[in-house]
């Protein structure tokens, strides 16, 4: 069974602190990693990918990758209260391209 | 519309009742994808399609859901005589390729009395 790991939470942060997100994973094929974002009540919504080992900023994000380590993390910098959601990690799995592999998902809370 | 679309937004029945629930993807998009949110659970793959074809029907549950996919648009999920485990928020996406990253929509929740 692959599986994907994450730390349930809450994690709870200040506002203008920065969020860490971390994600481990066990298919060692795996390619493309995502981070979504899920307001409660709301459906997943993108917010990166990134399929390279390293980092990949876009705005408050930056998605990191270690294949070698089988971890991806999300930091959110100069972290809102908008940001409090909970953050899913979905990775490719079973050999595939497409399929996605979900975790749990972390609770994050930003106190104004 | 710009986003996946999905209908019914809520749906109740009783068991043992057929439910159908729809996707319409974003345009363009070839890829279509279906997921199901339970309590506590994670998000489980249950199909995906190119085009109109489904070369991954690895994660239907059981013989009682099937889906399909006409003129590479519109999908449908059934499923058939309805069980209180099936109770879930049954999520639709798609993206421009199989190999590209997955827009989801607003799913449909399904409630099983």
């Known amino acids: 069974q692959k599986e994907v790991e994450q730390n349930s939470g809450p994690l709870s942060v200040p506002e203008g602190a920065i969020a860490s997100l971390n994600c481990t994973y066990s298919?060692?094929?795996?390619?493309?990693f995502f981070w979504y974002r899920q307001y409660s009540g709301k459906s997943p919504e993108l917010i990166m990918f990134?399929?390279?080992?390293g980092d990949k900023e876009d705005g408050r994000f930056t998605a990191q990758l270690n294949k070698a380590s089988q971890y991806v993390s999300l930091l959110i910098r100069d972290s809102q209260p908008s940001d409090s959601a909970t953050y899913l990690c979905a990775v490719t799995s079973g050999g595939s391209n497409y399929k996605l592999t979900f975790g749990k998902g972390t609770l994050l809370t930003v106190n104004p | 519309g710009a986003g996946v679309s999905q209908s019914p937004s809520n749906k109740v029945t009783e068991k043992g009742k057929d439910v159908e629930l729809r996707c319409d993807p974003i345009s363009g998009h070839t890829a279509l994808y279906w997921y199901r949110q339970s309590l506590g659970q994670g998000l489980e793959f249950l199909i995906y399609?190119?085009?109109?074809?489904?070369?991954?029907k690895s994660g239907l549950p059981s013989d009682r859901f099937s889906a399909e996919r006409t003129g590479g648009s519109v999908s449908t999920l059934t499923i058939q005589r309805t069980q209180q485990e099936d109770s879930a928020v049954y999520l639709c996406?798609?993206?421009?390729?199989?190999?590209?990253?997955?827009?989801f929509g607003d799913g449909t929740r399904l409630s099983i009395l």
């Open positions: 990134i399929y390279s080992n």
């Open positions: 399609f190119q085009g109109n074809s489904a070369p991954d």
């Open positions: 996406a798609s993206s421009s390729t199989g190999n590209q990253p997955q827009h």
């Open positions: 298919d060692r094929g795996s390619q493309s």
